[in-house]
C-alpha cells in the first residue's frame, strides 16, 4: 500500500512540564496525519459528511519507543496496512526529523458507518482512491 508523509513542530503546548510530547497528543498528531493522507487522495471529509459517510475510530494501538521534546521537527509516515469494505487500519510510523529516531509507532481501525451510527460499506469511489498504490 502507498504512504504519505505529514511534518509538525512540536509546540509547547503538546508537552508537559518536563518538555516532552504529552502521550495523549500523539492520539491528534495521528489524526492529523490520516486526515492529510485522505485529504492526499482527494477523499474529503466534510465531503463524506454530506453523503452520510463517516469514519470513527473503534480501535488504537501506540508503541513508544523514545520521547518527542518541545521544538523537535516530526515526521509521521501514514499508510492503509489493511481494509475490508467497511473498515480499514491505519498505521503510523513518527520519526524525529533530523536524527530519523523512530519515536512512537502505532495502528488505528477505522470503520465507515452512517450518521445513525450504523456500520455500512465505504463508498466505492472512496475505496478506489484510499487503496490505490
Request: charge should be neutral.
Amino acid at each position: 500500500m502507498s504512504s504519505s508523509m505529514y511534518e509538525l513542530r512540536v509546540y509547547y503546548e503538546d508537552t508537559d512540564c518536563g518538555q516532552v510530547v504529552y502521550y495523549s497528543n500523539y492520539l491528534r498528531f495521528f489524526e492529523r496525519s490520516r486526515t492529510e493522507f485522505m485529504r492526499e487522495r482527494g477523499v474529503d471529509i466534510k465531503d463524506m459528511m454530506a453523503r452520510d459517510v463517516h469514519f470513527v475510530v473503534t480501535r488504537i494501538e501506540v508503541d513508544f519507543k523514545a520521547p518527542a521534546m518541545y521544538g523537535d521537527v516530526l515526521q509521521i509516515e501514514t499508510s492503509i496496512t489493511e481494509g475490508t469494505k467497511v473498515r480499514f487500519e491505519f498505521s503510523y510510523i513518527i520519526r524525529e526529523k533530523i536524527s530519523q529516531r523512530v519515536l512512537v509507532t502505532g495502528k488505528t481501525v477505522i470503520a465507515c458507518i452512517t450518521d445513525n451510527s450504523k456500520p455500512q460499506r465505504i463508498p466505492q469511489d472512496v475505496y478506489a482512491k484510499l487503496f490505490k498504490e
